[in-house]
């Protein structure tokens, strides 16, 4: 059974507080009754608006404590971290081997701008946007940062990682309002040429769904500055080398002898040099 969250006793707290709002209309309007001067039909619409006031009021505190519908104890999930740790492991491992086995490059140093997002949440489609910003780590992918602002707030991006081929993953967490301490974590793949994204999430509620549509707009890049020219000393140089006959200043050279292979053994012109 999971704890139940602060949520819970707030929601039910105003519950408590409606109810006893209700229970003072009720007697004001047995006072009104027994007046002398009253007006009858004005006095019990007024009691009308007052009651569907109250009731409103109560559905909306108990569905905010998970009375109706679904509840969201935020941190129910007990293998979120577990989720986090594991996307974090996966995509490091796989886009480290990737750099070096298919000398990645990345493909920008900056990379941010809005994308507007459609996601499925328990069979409803939901809306928002998220800002990203990637920032070249110079080792292996980016350092993403951002926020995301939709149907349960503000939220900031606090940790995640993108390779240089798009794998993604991040986590946002809401900071304050009703859905504070709400995390989400996503995981899946950008392409970097269509400026759009695929991938899933996950709350710390327990509640997961996925992404119908992630795409990019008013996006900025910059670049990395071409790097100097080849240095001369830097540039290979090919030495040719001509052997040269030695003369020599004294001794004896023999000449070769075109005779036969006999003549050949003992013959050779013998040429002495001055000394």
Known sequence: MHELSTDFYVGAA????????????????????????????????WF???LSLVILHIATCLKKCGVFGESRNIGSDTGF??????????????????????????????YEGDFDMIYND??????????????????????IDGSTHDADGHSIITDGYVSYSGQAWWVDETFSGAD???KVLTEGKFDFSTNTFRGTWRANTGIRGHYTEFRG???????????????????PMAI??????VVPTSGIVQTPHQGNKDDRKNSGRRVIFPR
Do not use: H, W
Not at 240 to 245: D, G, N, S, W, Y
């Open 14 to 45: 105003e519950a408590v507080v409606a109810a006893t709002i209700l229970e003072a209309a009720a007697t004001i309007l047995e006072a009104a009754l027994t007046s002398d001067d009253y007006d009858p039909i004005q006095n019990f619409l």
């Open 48 to 50: 009308l608006v007052d």
């Open 240 to 245: 040719a080398m001509v052997e040269t006959p």
């Open 180 to 182: 504070r301490g709400l």
């Open 81 to 110: 971290d577990t989720a986090v740790c594991n996307a974090g492991r996966e995509q490091q491992v796989n886009s480290t081997y990737g750099s070096f086995a298919n000398g990645a490059t990345p493909n920008f140093e900056t």
């Open 122 to 143: 328990r069979g409803t489609q939901m809306s928002g946007f998220v800002k990203v910003q990637l920032k070249n780590n110079d080792v292996d992918g980016y350092k």
């Open 217 to 235: 707009k008013q996006l900025s890049k910059t670049f990395k500055p071409l790097s100097d020219p080849q240095r001369q000393e830097d540039i």
